[in-house]
C-alpha cells in the first residue's frame, strides 16, 4: 500500500525559509517521479515542483529561483526547500505520486508565510 506523509510546515515571516519533507513507502521510489502541490485555502491545488527519479526537476513560474526540490532514493524521501516565502505561498503543501495509473497523497503540511 502506498503511503506519503508530509512534514516540515509552520508559520514564518516573509522572506524566510522552510524545508518540507515526504517519506514514502509501498513503491519502488526511485522508478517515480514525485511531486508537491500545494492548495491555498478556497483556492485549487496546484503543482509546485516534481522530480523523476533521476533527479530532473520542474517547476511552477511562482516558485522558480525560490524553491528547490531534490529526493533521496535510499532513504525514500522528497524534500521541498523553500526560500524567499512570501504570503502568497500559503497553503497546505502535498505530497503526491501517480501509481498504477492513480494519484496517491499525504495529508498534508500547513505552510503560513506572515508577518
Known sequence: QVHL???GGGLVQPGGSLRLSCSASGINF???TMNWYRQPT???RELVANITGGGAANYADSVKGRFTISRDNVWNRVFLQMNSL???DTGAYYCNVHYHNRPYWGR???VTVDS
Open 86 to 88: 512570501k504570503p502568497e
Open 5 to 7: 506523509v508530509e512534514s
Open 42 to 44: 478556497g483556492k485549487q
Open 108 to 110: 498534508g503540511t500547513q
Open 30 to 32: 526511485r522508478l517515480y
